[in-house]
């Protein structure tokens, strides 16, 4: 299964991955970066896998990220 990364201590919130996937990212109101949904912390960095149907959105997530910090592995 496709596997999303997410380098969330980078993150500076500006909505982006939310825009492409909002089933996938909110910005957190109390730090104001974006949490991946039912992502595992791993040392600061969030894992999540996710199925084929999803992965365009996020992969446009990634392509978007202005700090480059969301990776997708397929
Ligand atoms: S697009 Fe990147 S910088 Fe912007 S909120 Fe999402 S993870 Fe953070």
């Known amino acids: 299964m496709p596997k999303i990364i997410h380098y ?3 993150c500076i ?3 982006s991955c939310v825009e492409h996937a909002p ?16 992502a595992k912390n791993k ?9 084929m149907l999803d992965l365009e959105k996020n992969k ?3 392509k978007d990220c ?3 910090i969301i990776k997708v592995e397929e």
């Open 60 to 62: 446009k997530a990634a």
């Open 13 to 15: 919130g500006c909505n």
């Open 43 to 51: 040392n600061g960095v969030f894992v999540t896998e996710i199925t």
């Open 23 to 38: 089933s996938f990212w909110n910005i957190n109101k109390h730090d104001g970066k974006s949490d991946l949904h039912g």
């Open 8 to 10: 969330r201590n980078k």
């Open 66 to 68: 202005p700090v480059r």
